[in-house]
Every structure is written in C-alpha cells, then in structure tokens.
C-alpha cells in the first residue's frame, strides 16, 4: 500500500471517528438540558408532562397482575399517581350524565373515595365520542380534572371540594367534533386548559388555588386532541399547543401568542414531547385526508424554537422523518433514539440528533398508549393490552412480548383506529418505581414491574 492511500484512509477513518464523536456530544447536550426523570413515586399528569424517559433504581420488566379494578363508568384518560394513590377519571350514563373522579390505594387497589358531579353537557355516550379524555393533574394540594363537557373540579388528596368551575356557563358550549380530549398541563401555581371547540375555541390559565382564570386566549381554530405542554426554551417556556396544520407558542405568563408554525399538516393526536434547549419530537399521522395530500413523514419530527436577532421567536424544522409516521400515541425519545408507531403497528426508531433511521420493526398491533422507557428497554402497550418489549434499541433490538392481562369482555376491531366498546382498547399507562399502571375504559389494571 501507497504512502498516500494509507494516509487517504486513515483521514477517512479518523473522519468517522470524529462524526461518532460529535454525534455523542450532541446527545449528551440534548439530554443533559432535558435529563432522564430517575423513576419515583410520581406520575402527576398526562404523559408525565412530557417526561417518559426514565432511569430506575432496579431493573425494570413486567411481571405478575398485582391487582385489577373494574371501574364504574367509562373513561379514557391515563392514571395519574401521587403519595401512593392512584386518581382515575370516568363518565357515567347514556349520555355520560355524571362525571366521576375516584381515588385507590396504590398498594392493593382499595378504593379510598369517590367524587361526582352532573355533566355540565350530557351528550349520548358511544365510542364516537371522547369519554372522561382528558387526564387530571395532581400536586400537594390535591388534583384538578377537566371533564370534555366543561366541568372543572379542584380536590384534596381525601376528596374535599377545594373550588369547581362550569366552563359551559362562563363561555359558553363546548362542542366539538368527536368531543375533547385535551388534558390539562401545569407548573407550580396554574393549570392550563385547552378548549378546541368548533368556534371560538379558547385556552385559559387559572390559578390552581383558587381557580380564577389569569388570563384566556383564542385557540387554534383546527381539528385537535393533542395536549398543551409547557416547553423549555431560553430564558424560560412556552405553552405550545397543536393542532392539524399548526403549532402555536404561547407566553404562559400572559397568554401571547409569541409563534406559528404552519409546514406540518396531520398533527391532530400526538402531543408535543419536549426535548430541551427549545426543541420537541412532534408526531402526525396519516390516512382520512388528515395529511393534506403530502407526504405524511414530513411531518414527523423535530422541532426547535429559537429568537431572533430581533428578538422574535420562530420555529423550524431540526429534522424531517423520511418513512415514520404517528398514531394516537406520542412518538417519544429515549436514549437517544426517536420511537414513532405508525397506524398499522409498525415502529421506527430513528437517531434524534439528525432523523437517521435505525431500524423498523412491525409491532403485534396498533399502539393507542404512549410508549414509556425505563433503563435499556422501551415499552410498547399494545391497544389490545399486549405490551412488547425493546430491549437495547440502539444495537440488539430485542423485543419481548408479554400478554398476561385477562382478555375483556369485547375485543379490539382488527381496525387499527377503529372505536371499541366494551373496555377492551388500552388507552393509557403510567408507572412508578416498581409498578405500571395500565387503563382500559372500564377497568384498571397494576402491574409489578421491578425485578428486585
């Protein structure tokens, strides 16, 4: 060998070595601005307010049926957790005439108490139609829960009545197409709430002590049943809600509209996952004209949300998909890789600093829930309650399968999207250290989860 081919390849080599390198680099800052949440004793709101990427203090898998909850109503939102209890939100009746919110210990399921109050907009109940969606948000003093008919209701952690609103009587209806599913977001002293009405839809802010509203925006005017989430960026958050065609930045302390985002279109379910550093992974789907008539991949991807040098905020594309679409579940990133599950079943796992594709894995069926990552697995909670396991994503891309929950009494449609009736449609799952927390609509399940 030449003197000049071996120096030619020894540049090309040390080229690859220095793009690894700086790959890492990028990651590693990525993850340090928006680090791993070490699983606790907590899971106070939906999707964890973003955080699903987790790091335990044992090895994490799921193991036997700890305890099973046949639930009175309906309802579709996820279980949320705090200081051992367990708060899950249903709706009642033909025309889900009652909303009911009900606290259980987390230990053995036993029922603690049970809230309820008169839908402020009984509409008649079918798998058409939202169904107790949105999930509550808890803190120390207690948990707040908006129901899709406009109730609004703060509780103790014992079920004490701290303040309600009726959103219908202060502004009015609240119908929408399919109903709501927004869940509400939260920091420290407000919760934010997102009604996409079909006119004049609005978001509020209200003081989560008292509930007087702070102040009250237009909405986005679009099909929606994604989340508003709270966003990291410089200096500070932002608010950003999406909805088909557009993503919107709001300033959280006065409800200014600081940003619009219009290159995406099919954006209706996923919600916002923040990465750090003004960035977030969005999702959309494709199929019934939601995708404009593009390419659906295109809008998949990452985000990011910078100013100006004279000091607007804008957003732009940090990557595009090329093949991974969404479905109802967020796509989500863990350990450097980005998870999208497409109608159909089929995961892609794609690196989150540039979009590359790792790999591309079909699934044993559509994915309703949100994934969660625990250590060096990602869990997948199928919507007919089988829940796959990846294990090393990056390089073994093992994948466990593991169906141990009781069949329900009706089962899922072999459509993918399709409603279902009858509680069989996993909708949601939270965990804390040592145990999931899988929803049907009629029935909760807990899960042990960690291998001492």
Same mark, same amino acid.
């Given at each position: 060998?030449?003197?000049?081919?071996?120096?030619?390849?020894?540049?090309?080599?040390?080229?690859?070595?220095?793009?690894?390198?700086?790959?890492?680099?990028?990651?590693?800052?990525?993850?340090?601005?928006?680090?791993?949440?070490?699983?606790?004793?907590?899971?106070?709101?939906?999707?964890?307010?973003?955080?699903?990427?987790?790091?335990?203090?044992?090895?994490?898998?799921?193991?036997?049926?700890?305890?099973?909850?046949?639930?009175?109503?309906?309802?579709? @939102?996820? /279980?949320?957790?705090?200081? *051992?209890? %367990? &708060? #899950?939100?249903?709706?009642?009746? $033909?025309?889900?005439? +009652?909303?009911?919110?009900?606290?259980?210990?987390?230990?053995?399921?036993?029922?603690?108490?049970?809230?309820?109050?008169?839908?402020?907009?009984?509409?008649?109940?079918?798998?058409?139609?939202?169904?107790?969606?949105?999930?509550?948000?808890?803190?120390?003093?207690?948990?707040?829960?908006?129901?899709?008919?406009?109730?609004?209701?703060?509780?103790?952690?014992?079920?004490?009545?701290?303040?309600?609103?009726?959103?219908?009587?202060?502004?009015?209806?609240?119908?929408?197409?399919?109903?709501?599913? @927004?869940? /509400?977001?939260?920091?420290? *002293?407000? %919760? &934010? #709430?997102?009604?996409?009405?079909? $006119?004049?839809?609005? +978001?509020?802010?209200?003081?989560?002590?008292?509930?007087?509203?702070?102040?009250?925006?237009?909405?986005?005017?679009?099909?929606?049943?994604?989340?508003?989430?709270?966003?990291?960026?410089?200096?500070?958050?932002?608010?950003?809600?999406?909805?088909?065609?557009?993503?919107?930045?709001?300033?959280?302390?006065?409800?200014?509209?600081?940003?619009?985002?219009?290159?995406?279109?099919?954006?209706?379910?996923?919600?916002?996952?923040?990465?750090?550093?003004?960035?977030?992974?969005?999702?959309?789907?494709?199929?019934?004209?939601?995708?404009?008539?593009?390419?659906?991949?295109?809008?998949?991807?990452?985000?990011?949300?910078?100013?100006?040098?004279?000091?607007?905020?804008?957003?732009?594309?940090?990557?595009?998909?090329?093949?991974?679409?969404?479905?109802?579940?967020?796509?989500?990133?863990?350990?450097?890789?980005?998870?999208?599950?497409?109608?159909?079943?089929?995961?892609?796992?794609?690196?989150?600093?540039?979009?590359?594709?790792?790999?591309?894995?079909?699934?044993?069926?559509?994915?309703?829930?949100?994934?969660?990552?625990?250590?060096?697995?990602?869990?997948?909670?199928?919507?007919?309650?089988?829940?796959?396991?990846?294990?090393?994503?990056?390089?073994?891309?093992?994948?466990?399968?593991?169906?141990?929950?009781?069949?329900?009494?009706?089962?899922?449609?072999?459509?993918?999207?399709?409603?279902?009736?009858?509680?069989?449609?996993?909708?949601?799952?939270?965990?804390?250290?040592?145990?999931?927390?899988?929803?049907?609509?009629?029935?909760?399940?807990?899960?042990?989860?960690?291998?001492?």
């Amino acid at each position: 060998m030449s003197t000049v081919s071996f120096l030619i390849i020894n540049k090309a080599d040390l080229m690859k070595r220095l793009l690894a390198a700086v790959s890492v680099l990028v990651a590693a800052f990525l993850f340090t601005a928006c680090p791993r949440l070490e699983a606790g004793d907590a899971w106070p709101s939906f999707q964890n307010g973003g955080t699903v990427s987790l790091s335990p203090s044992s090895p994490v898998e799921l193991g036997e049926l700890e305890w099973q909850i046949d639930l009175k109503g309906y309802g579709q @939102s996820a /279980p949320i957790i705090l200081n *051992d209890q %367990v &708060y #899950v939100s249903t709706v009642d009746g $033909d025309q889900k005439d +009652v909303c009911l919110v009900t606290a259980y210990r987390l230990a053995d399921g036993r029922q603690l108490w049970q809230h309820s109050m008169k839908n402020a907009s009984p509409t008649k109940s079918s798998s058409y139609v939202s169904r107790a969606a949105p999930s509550p948000v808890a803190d120390e003093s207690g948990l707040i829960c908006f129901f899709e008919g406009g109730n609004m209701v703060a509780l103790t952690a014992a079920g004490k009545v701290r303040w309600e609103r009726n959103l219908v009587e202060d502004y009015g209806s609240v119908d929408a197409r399919h109903g709501l599913s @927004s869940s /509400p977001e939260q920091d420290k *002293d407000f %919760v &934010y #709430v997102w009604v996409e009405r079909s $006119d004049d839809p609005y +978001v509020i802010c209200l003081d989560k002590q008292t509930g007087k509203t702070k102040w009250k925006a237009a909405g986005l005017g679009a099909t929606s049943w994604a989340s508003p989430r709270l966003v990291p960026v410089a200096g500070g958050h932002h608010l950003v809600l999406s909805a088909i065609g557009s993503i919107v930045g709001f300033d959280p302390a006065t409800g200014e509209r600081l940003w619009t985002f219009t290159d995406i279109s099919g954006n209706s379910t996923p919600s916002p996952m923040p990465l750090g550093q003004g960035r977030f992974l969005i999702g959309a789907t494709t199929g019934r004209g939601e995708s404009g008539g593009g390419r659906a991949a295109d809008s998949n991807g990452v985000v990011e949300v910078v100013k100006s040098a004279n000091e607007e905020w804008t957003a732009q594309y940090v990557w595009q998909a090329k093949r991974a679409t969404s479905s109802f579940g967020s796509p989500i990133v863990h350990d450097g890789i980005a998870f999208f599950v497409n109608r159909e079943g089929v995961l892609y796992g794609l690196d989150v600093t540039d979009g590359k594709e790792i790999f591309a894995k079909r699934l044993k069926g559509s994915v309703w829930a949100t994934p969660i990552g625990i250590g060096n697995k990602t869990f997948f909670f199928g919507k007919d309650g089988v829940v796959q396991t990846l294990t090393d994503a990056r390089s073994g891309q093992k994948l466990a399968t593991w169906n141990n929950l009781p069949q329900p009494m009706a089962a899922a449609s072999d459509d993918p999207e399709a409603p279902s009736d009858g509680g069989a449609v996993l909708y949601a799952a939270s965990y804390v250290d040592g145990k999931f927390l899988l929803r049907r609509g009629d029935v909760l399940y807990a899960v042990n989860g960690e291998v001492k």
